[in-house]
């Protein structure tokens, strides 16, 4: 039963390992952190523009 577990888990991590590494070979993974980083800056200049205002 153990086995059984552990090679499922296995075949699990394999597969997780191998979507994610056709995601990068996709750029999606490059595109969600672009995403990201335009994000924090928005969120940043939205937060200094609160400031400005308030000061």
Do not use: M, P
Not at 4 to 19: A, M, P, R, W
């Amino acid at each position: 039963l153990a086995l059984g577990f552990s090679k499922f888990d296995k075949e699990l991590k394999n597969s997780i390992t191998n979507i994610l590494l056709s995601y990068v070979d996709k750029g999606i993974i490059q595109r969600l952190h672009d995403d990201w980083y335009v994000y924090e800056n928005c969120e940043i200049k939205r937060l200094n523009e609160v400031d400005i205002f308030i000061f």
